[in-house]
């Protein structure tokens, strides 16, 4: 089998992140990492949280801690939520760390005795009531191309274009919020990204047939638009610092690398921290050295992220001229959407992943998203949506299907899966349909199309529904015990089979149904054709147990709870 790398877009250490920033890049990759370990793949899930830059400088300033506190807090608050939500990273790293310190110096190196980077005197807004150069995001100001009045100096958070601070309007500073600025002089790094285009635009030809449309259109509009050569650092206190032996002059200035350079080379230092951890066993090169041809990479991430992981970071690689591994497909995501209005971290819009699972465990959200991501176009969360299909989809059709089959064979047949007649032809019929939904739901995984995923997932479901709506075992048992006792044998059967297969989706419901069933030995990860066709994995004797209700529906009560707390509309 392959081996996969899987990164998502590294969460931002500022604040807490919603719904969006998680159905955009993080909880896609877990669901994808998840199915791939159940077909027998090696995979391995990095992701970190993003540290550097302006935001956390702000952030801690505000709390009046020091900036590496700050990080550190922040950081194992978001992977508690993150371990809440039941995504399984390998190792969830920090950009902060020694190791990404080390390679991002490494490959700047590199990149300078290729000829990739230049020093340069550029003009750069300078704060006089904060006596000091401010970096992009610490200026704030309208935005030229939306009219955002609130755009910051890298980029527009309402129209996504990429800025430079001097093209804001009526800009102030983040920091004082003094509108008494003015444009010295200064020196900095440039990425010649303009020599790279012709490379990058190879490398983008080469792959972007194998992305989906939303990624392959993002980068060739930016390689159609012209590459242009890029600042990669900044005046900050905290972040990588600019090598002083490379760059002295620089260094005692106290530059340090710009964050979207550094924060795409942390895919790489998380991996090293994690191949840190355990030396002699684990070769972090391993996956990032192109002469492993056996690794197949894909990244996650929102639309917004897609320009510096299609174009700046592949820039930054080849430049090195060292070999290592590329993205092969990028999996990015549109915006979900809170009624009709963008989520919004700065702003407090939406719902916070803290929150959601302060209201209803992880897999209530985890299935609700992946069934609505937003591949195609946007999405919107409404709570009357949400509560639909938690409700339709999730106690209805999951939840009640187990919950009646479980109590129904142990009222009529006791504590052990029942033997009954043999399978008939509502059997084989159901066995077939299972075997083709069962194609469906691996294709729609292979080909990374979450929502038509989940489709073909509801759909095994349903099956079962169906199948029993077609025996009703609660009429068959008065003429026909045997008969009933196999409708609820094959039932069973299904509730195994639902419960490996939607182990991606909803992993803690997807254990609680596996282990309803005292079955000896059963590591199984997937489901065969045969064994899809035949249902037989949970033979009659078989005890079982009835598990809590796995799904509970959501009451009018509820949902105007719901509405109340955080709102019901685009305000």
């Known amino acids: 089998m392959a081996r996969h790398l899987i990164t998502s877009a590294l969460p931002y250490i500022n604040g807490i992140k919603h719904l969006g920033n998680m159905v955009g890049s993080m909880l896609p990759a877990d669901v994808y990492s998840r199915y791939l370990r159940q077909r027998d793949h ?156 012709g490379e990058v635009e190879a490398w983008v030809d080469e792959r972007a047939d194998n992305w989906p449309v939303l990624a392959s259109s993002i980068a060739r509009k930016w390689l159609t638009e012209g590459l242009h050569d890029r600042a990669i650092t900044r005046d900050l206190d905290w972040g990588v610092p600019v090598p002083a032996d490379t760059w002295p002059d620089l260094a005692a200035e106290g530059k340090v690398f710009y964050v979207w350079f550094d924060a795409p080379i942390e895919y790489i230092g998380s991996t090293k921290e994690w191949a840190d951890q355990d030396p002699e066993n684990r070769d972090w090169r391993s996956w990032w050295w192109e002469s492993n041809a056996d690794v197949h990479y894909t990244q996650f991430m929102g639309k917004d992220n897609v320009p510096f992981h299609s174009v700046m970071f592949p820039a930054t690689l080849l430049g090195t001229r060292s070999p290592w591994k590329k993205v092969d497909v990028i999996k990015a995501f549109n915006w979900l959407n809170y009624y009709g209005g963008k989520f919004s971290t700065s702003q407090r819009r939406g719902v916070f992943t803290h929150d959601a699972l302060e209201i209803l465990p992880a897999d209530y959200w985890r299935y609700f998203m992946m069934a609505n991501a937003p591949e195609s176009d946007d999405s919107s969360f409404t709570w009357e949506h949400f509560t639909a299909t938690v409700n339709k989809d999730l106690a209805d059709t999951l939840g009640n299907f187990v919950n009646r089959v479980l109590s129904f064979s142990r009222k009529r047949f006791g504590d052990e899966v029942p033997a009954g007649a043999e399978p008939g032809e509502a059997e084989a019929k159901l066995g077939e349909e299972v075997v083709r939904l069962l194609a469906e739901y691996e294709a729609q995984m292979e080909a990374i199309q979450f929502r038509k995923a989940a489709a073909a997932l509801r759909a095994l479901w349903s099956a079962g529904n169906s199948y029993l709506e077609e025996k009703a075992p609660w009429l068959e048992i008065k003429t026909n015990p045997e008969g009933a006792a196999l409708t609820l044998r094959t039932a069973m059967n299904l509730i195994h089979l639902y419960s490996v297969v939607s182990e991606p989706f909803i992993p803690t419901s997807a254990k609680t149904m596996r282990e309803a069933f005292s079955l000896e030995n059963d590591t199984a990860t997937w489901v065969s054709r045969d064994e899809a066709k035949s249902l037989t994995s949970v033979p009659a004797g078989t005890p079982f147990t009835i598990p809590p209700v796995l799904f509970a529906k959501l009451t009018d009560e509820d949902l105007e709870s719901y509405k109340n707390r955080f709102g019901g509309e685009n305000e």
Do not use: M, W
């Open 42 to 197: 090696e995979v391995l899930y990095i992701c970190a949280t993003d540290e550097h830059g302006t935001p956390a400088e702000l952030a801690a300033k505000e709390q009046g801690i020091p900036v590496d506190e700050f990080c550190a807090q922040a950081h194992d608050q978001q992977k508690a939520i993150y371990e809440g939500f039941g995504l399984a990273f390998d190792y969830f790293g920090r950009s902060s760390s020694p190791q990404n310190h080390e390679i991002t110096q490494e490959i700047a190196r590199e990149l300078k005795a290729n000829g990739f980077i230049e020093e340069r005197s550029i003009r750069q807004v300078y704060s006089n009531a904060d006596g000091r150069f401010l970096p992009d995001r610490y200026i704030i100001g309208t935005c030229p191309h939306c009219g955002y009045d609130k755009a910051r100096g890298d980029q527009c958070e309402n129209c996504t274009r990429v800025l430079d601070p001097t093209d804001l309007i009526d800009a102030r500073s983040a920091i004082s919020g003094s509108s008494d600025l003015e444009v010295r002089e200064t020196k900095h790094l440039f990425l010649l990204q303009s020599v790279l285009a």
